[in-house]
Structures are given as structure tokens and as C-alpha cells.
């Protein structure tokens, strides 16, 4: 069982993740964010759980979809935005965008726009964490299950256990690559076999379990910082919005019925907070404190906002 405290953060961070992302796509559309977004609302387990287990003297690195696990990594919300506006006071000075965050005072390494491209960069940075003498730090590599069919995964799979590297490997599946499922991509071979095959250990959650995600995410932590890594955690999931961009586009049909109601009776947040009540926790202070998250959030957006339009102001652009 996840302590009610636990459960209570948890559930915070994944209500600012959905938050943050819907105010990012709900503000798109004034075209005053000029890169593409990949949001994860509907993804908000795997961050949200991170965010509980994951050390400050750890470290991490994501993909192109990576504004949840820059928060999770308790990445500033004001520099995420102000660097989707292209400020210099945005985490990567306004030059990387939605793509490309970087936060190396909390950990958070960096993330990039290429498939798989941080797959071998995190295996390098556990590389280095391996050599450094009772450092006892793990780098944790996030990454679509569309990354696993490059080959750079698998490399970097090989060489982690052949090194026995602090590393954990953190793949959200969420069924498709822009609009083409698991099958047609991937075949009937699933994942866990292929892992197995390089001797790595390897754990899989589905349905959106958070507290066997959470049970399992401690014990692989554990046991890679006793010196028996690495781990791959594969976790199914759901994007409720488009592959890039804010829209919904369930109306291309390329996710029949079935599944959509599969994700939507397991939407993360209504569980937690669902589990959250039958503790003790009083529904109100729910509302207030989430009330009170998305006054904050806005508010820092809106700033935001603000600062870009002098910006642009100042420059004389139109």
C-alpha cells in the first residue's frame, strides 16, 4: 500500500501535469507558441509516480513528449513555459521549445525531438555515474515504445547489461505512433521477449495500476542501486489528445471504440483521487487545492504570455 500522504503528492503531481498541459493546449491556438507540442495529458501515471520515487542525486532524460517528466523531475513550470515561448528565461534559453528541455539543476538532463536519440545518451550518462566511486545515483531513461524499434535500443540495452549499469529504462506504450497501432509496426513478437533475451530484468504494467507501478518502480530502484541493473519498466497507457498538436482527433477513427473506453474508465486522475477519498480525504479540500493549482498555473502562463509580447513588441514584430 502507497502511504495516504504519498498517494495525496502523487495525485498533485499528475493534477498539475494535466493542468499544465491543458493550458498549454488551450492557449495554442493564439500561435504564440511557434514549435510543435507532444502533451501527455492522459499519460500523467508514469511522471506522477516517478515523482515520489525519484532522488534529487538522480537523474533523467526523455523524448520529444517530455513536459510531464520535466515536471515530475520538479522542473520550474514558469520555465517550461517561458522556454515554449522562446524567452531567454525559458530552461533551455528559450532556443530548444516544447522539444527540447533541459533542467540540469534538478537532473533533468534534457530531452530531444529524434526517436530514441536519448535512449544512448542516458546509457552514457549511467555509464559515468558507474564510474564515479559511492555515487549510488540511477539515470532514468524515458522513452515511447516507437522507440523500441530502432536499433539504438537495443544497443544501448546490450551495453547497459553488459556494464550492469544504474540505469532503468522507462518505455510508456501507448498503443500507436501517430496513427498506426502496436501490430502492424511490431508484429506479434511482443517486447518482454525481446528484452529477456538480453538477460535484463523487466516488469509490465497495465490498466493504469498505479500501486503496482509504484511497488514495482521501488523494488527495481532498489535493486539497481544495489549493483543488479538495469531494469526496463514497460507501462501501457493512453494520449488523449493528437500525436502532436492540442486537438483531440478521435474522430480519424484510428482508435476504434473499445479502446476508448477502456483508457477512459482507467483515467489516471479520477483513480487516484477516487482512492484518495476512500482514505479520508475530504472531497472539498481536494477541489481547493486543485482550485488553488490551477489559479497558480494560469497565472504563470499568463505572465508568460505577457513577457513574450514585449518581447516581440521590442523586436517590432507584427
Same mark, same amino acid.
Given at each position: 500500500?502507497? /502511504? ?59 523524448? %520529444? ?14 520555465? =517550461?513555459?517561458?522556454?515554449? %515561448?522562446?524567452? /531567454? ?75 550492469? =549499469? /544504474? ?16 501490430? /502492424? ?22 490498466? %493504469? ?59 489516471? =486522475? ?49
Amino acid at each position: 500500500m502507497i /502511504p495516504q500522504t504519498e498517494l495525496f503528492n502523487i495525485y498533485l503531481m499528475a493534477f498539475l501535469i494535466r493542468s499544465v498541459e491543458l493550458t498549454i493546449s488551450e492557449n495554442y491556438y493564439k500561435e504564440f507558441v511557434r514549435c510543435p507540442i507532444h502533451l501527455s495529458i492522459g499519460q500523467e501515471m508514469v511522471p506522477s509516480v516517478f515523482s515520489s520515487l525519484d532522488k534529487p542525486k538522480d537523474l533523467a532524460v526523455s523524448t %520529444h513528449r517530455g513536459h510531464a517528466h520535466f515536471l515530475g523531475k520538479r522542473g520550474s513550470i514558469r520555465k =517550461l513555459f517561458d522556454e515554449i %515561448h522562446g524567452l /531567454p528565461s525559458g530552461c533551455s534559453g528559450g532556443n530548444g521549445g516544447s522539444m527540447h528541455l533541459v533542467d540540469t539543476e534538478n537532473g533533468f538532463i534534457g530531452s530531444t525531438a529524434i526517436v530514441a536519440n536519448t535512449v544512448p545518451i542516458g546509457v552514457g550518462i549511467s555509464e559515468a555515474q558507474n564510474l564515479l566511486t559511492n555515487n549510488n545515483s540511477i539515470t532514468t531513461v524515458f522513452l515511447g515504445e516507437g522507440a523500441t524499434e530502432e536499433g539504438v535500443f537495443y544497443e544501448s540495452l546490450n551495453y547497459a547489461k553488459l556494464r550492469n =549499469l /544504474p540505469c532503468i529504462f522507462v518505455i510508456e506504450n501507448n498503443n500507436f505512433s501517430v496513427y498506426t497501432s502496436l501490430e /502492424p509496426r511490431q508484429g506479434k513478437f511482443n517486447l518482454e521477449k525481446k528484452i529477456k533475451g538480453f538477460c535484463v530484468n523487466y516488469i509490465f504494467v497495465d490498466n %493504469h495500476n498505479y500501486m503496482s507501478l509504484y511497488s514495482k518502480w521501488s523494488q527495481a530502484l532498489d535493486m539497481v542501486r544495489d549493483g543488479k541493473g538495469p531494469f526496463v519498466i514497460e507501462v501501457m497507457t493512453h494520449r488523449y489528445r493528437e500525436h502532436c498538436g492540442p486537438y483531440i482527433d478521435d474522430h480519424l477513427d484510428y482508435r476504434d471504440e473499445t479502446f476508448l473506453k477502456k483508457w477512459k474508465k482507467f483515467d489516471i =486522475l479520477d483513480l487516484l483521487k477516487n482512492d484518495l477519498i476512500n482514505t479520508g480525504i475530504e472531497e472539498s479540500y481536494l477541489s481547493k487545492k486543485e482550485d488553488q493549482m490551477i489559479k497558480f498555473i494560469k497565472n504563470e502562463y499568463k505572465n508568460s504570455e505577457i513577457n513574450y509580447l514585449k518581447k516581440r513588441e521590442k523586436m517590432n514584430i507584427n
